[in-house]
Nanobody, 115 residues
Framework: QVQLVESGGGLVQAWESLTLSCAVSTSRFSSTDMGWYRQTPGKQRELVATFISGDSAVYADSVKGRFTISRINGKNTVDLELNSLKPEDTAVYYC?????????WGQGTQVTVSS
């Protein structure tokens, strides 16, 4: 059974940085579509960043220039580097994998940014 496990969340102050990591237990990681999403209470889950083709990625306008998504196929991980964090970045961050017709989610990791 494929599992996604996020780590790296925490409490930081505005303008600080964090790196989130998602470990995926699959032998087909290199062909798996990966992305990061986030959700705050009362709101729908929203895209933060996702790979669209090879190493090409798209980002939400609100995080462009501040966040960077990367994947390490040899380690089956996809990271999200969060820089210049703002209080409005506070959310639960989720890793998502698309494997064929299957959509898989991790359990989420909380990021809290204080002003």
């Amino acid at each position: 059974q494929v599992q996604l496990v996020e780590s790296g969340g925490g409490l930081v102050q505005a303008w600080e940085s964090l790196t989130l990591s998602c470990a995926v237990s699959t032998s087909r990681f290199s062909s798996t579509d990966m992305g990061w999403y986030r959700q705050t209470p009362g709101k729908q889950r929203e895209l933060v960043a996702t790979f669209i083709s090879g190493d090409s990625a798209v980002y939400a306008d609100s995080v462009k220039g501040r966040f960077t998504i990367s994947r390490i196929n040899g380690k089956n991980t996809v990271d999200l580097e969060l820089n210049s964090l703002k209080p409005e970045d506070t959310a639960v961050y989720y890793c998502r994998a698309i494997m064929g017709t299957r959509e898989l989610w991790g359990q989420g990791t909380q990021v809290t940014v204080s002003s």
